[in-house]
């Protein structure tokens, strides 16, 4: 075997052991981006790890809310995710209204919901919607000009 080759092999194992070196380095810190050197091109790749849920750390839980609650507070909820239980008290084409009682009239703090699942909804129903507070785009039958976009499935209260 000619020396070129040999180098050739031994500079591929030397660099492979340096990216498993930065890898098992950046697995131990939080998620960071490092620039290495790419092996056979001398460009530069970008590497990225990100640091593992510990399944023992309890992750922080989002509380469920009354529809009053958010809608009557919205600057403390607006372009946060929030959860939300209520009850379908109309639904129009694009969007559905929820309410804190599963009866009544639609009122202004009433609160338009769209996106993942909002046309699953059924009235008489108890749901728990998880989303985040936007304001606009969605011109509601009610006034309310804010409305949660959900980002998962109602789920059905039993």
């Given amino acids: ?3 070129k080759k040999k180098l050739g092999i031994f500079l591929i194992i030397v660099g492979v052991v ?13 998620t960071r981006i490092e620039s290495i ?3 056979s091109t001398g460009e530069t790749a970008a ?9 023992a750390v309890p992750q922080k839980e989002i509380p469920v809310l009354g529809v009053g609650k958010v809608s009557r507070h919205t600057k403390d909820f607006i372009n946060q995710k929030v959860r939300i239980a209520g009850y379908l008290i109309r639904k129009e084409a ?4 929820i309410s804190d009682e599963n009866y009544g009239p639609l009122g ?18 108890k749901y728990i919607l998880e989303g985040t507070l936007v304001l606009g785009k969605i011109k509601a039958i009610n006034g309310n000009p804010y409305r949660l976009q959900l ?3 109602p789920t059905l209260v039993k």
């Fill in 108 to 125: 202004y703090y009433d609160l338009p919901v769209s996106g993942v699942g909002f046309d699953t909804i059924l009235s008489k129903h």
């Fill in 37 to 39: 050197p790419a092996l």
């Fill in 151 to 153: 980002s998962s499935l």
């Fill in 94 to 97: 694009a969007y559905a209204i």
């Fill in 18 to 30: 340096l990216i498993l070196f930065i890898l098992f380095w950046n697995s131990k810190n939080q």
């Fill in 1 to 3: 075997m000619s020396k």
């Fill in 47 to 55: 590497v990225a790890t990100v640091k593992p849920i510990d399944p």
